[in-house]
């Protein structure tokens, strides 16, 4: 059994910074790739950003040069460094994680709002 746990969500004013953390525990083997995707009220699940085991990354065309994707590959740990937050960004950010399977974590709610 897999959990990945996010943490770090909550509430900021727009130019804010956030980070987020996603630990991975259980039976897992290798992790290929980390992400991280956000899913705003009413709108479709889309990727913010990934990084391979061998650090390469991607991301989202929206948050290009204001985030930053990292990960601990000695604690299974993926971090996502949110900075000059705007209140599009508001929305459930998941953690993913490809191991063999994908596995995805509950979410975790970040609004930006004055």
């Not at 525990?25 to 290929?32: D, K, L, V, Y």
């Not at 061998?54 to 204001?66: A, M």
Request: charged share 15%; glycine share 14%.
């Amino acid at each position: 059994q897999v959990q990945l746990v996010e943490s770090g969500g909550g509430l900021v004013q727009p130019g804010g910074s956030l980070r987020l953390s996603c630990a991975a525990s259980g039976s897992i083997f290798s992790i290929n790739s980390m992400g991280w995707y956000r899913q705003a009220p009413g709108k479709q699940r889309e990727l913010v950003a990934i990084i391979t085991r061998g650090g390469s990354t991607n991301y989202g065309d929206s948050v290009k040069g204001r985030f930053t994707i990292s990960r601990d590959n000695a604690k299974n740990t993926m971090y996502l460094q949110m900075n000059s937050l705007k209140p599009e960004d508001t929305a459930v950010y998941y953690c993913n994680i490809v191991a063999g399977v994908s596995y995805w974590g509950k979410g975790t709610l970040v609004t930006v709002s004055s």
